[in-house]
């Protein structure tokens, strides 16, 4: 089991960048493969970034496809979300999630550990 927290959050304007950062503790986290989940106002937790567990395959969301970029260091046992171009449908609580062994996986049921979310919003 690994526990995890998100920070990087914060209010940007239209086509800025940020990085999310989520630190893990406990458990061994190069077993685990990582992801980013948002969740706006009234809608559904959706996955936007995974990478697995060896760091070889990810996963983007058709929306934030060549805009974010997801990556792993695990010897500081954290992952990260870069985000360029934010548009304000990228408005947000962004959540890290963990699967231990897991791949480069978008479903939400297949991940068991998780954040307490940092809020973006993009600003027009």
């Known amino acids: 089991q690994v526990d995890l927290v998100e920070s990087g959050g914060g209010w940007v304007q239209l086509g800025d960048s940020l990085t999310l950062s989520c630190v893990a503790s406990?458990?061994?986290?190069?077993?685990?493969?990582l992801a980013w989940f948002r969740q706006a106002g009234g809608k559904e937790r959706e996955c936007v970034a995974s990478?697995?567990?060896?760091?070889?395959?990810?996963y983007y969301h058709h929306t934030v496809e060549g805009r974010f970029a997801i990556s792993r260091d695990n010897d500081k046992m954290s992952v990260y979300l870069q985000m360029n171009n934010l548009e304000s449908e990228d408005t947000a609580v962004y959540f890290c999630?963990?699967?231990?062994?897991?791949?480069?996986?978008?479903?939400?049921?297949?991940?068991?550990?998780w954040g307490r979310g940092t809020q973006v919003t993009v600003s027009s």
């Open positions: 999630a963990a699967a231990q062994w897991g791949s480069a996986w978008w479903e939400r049921w297949r991940y068991t550990e």
């Open positions: 406990g458990g061994s986290f190069d077993e685990y493969a």
């Open positions: 990478i697995s567990w060896s760091g070889v395959n990810t």
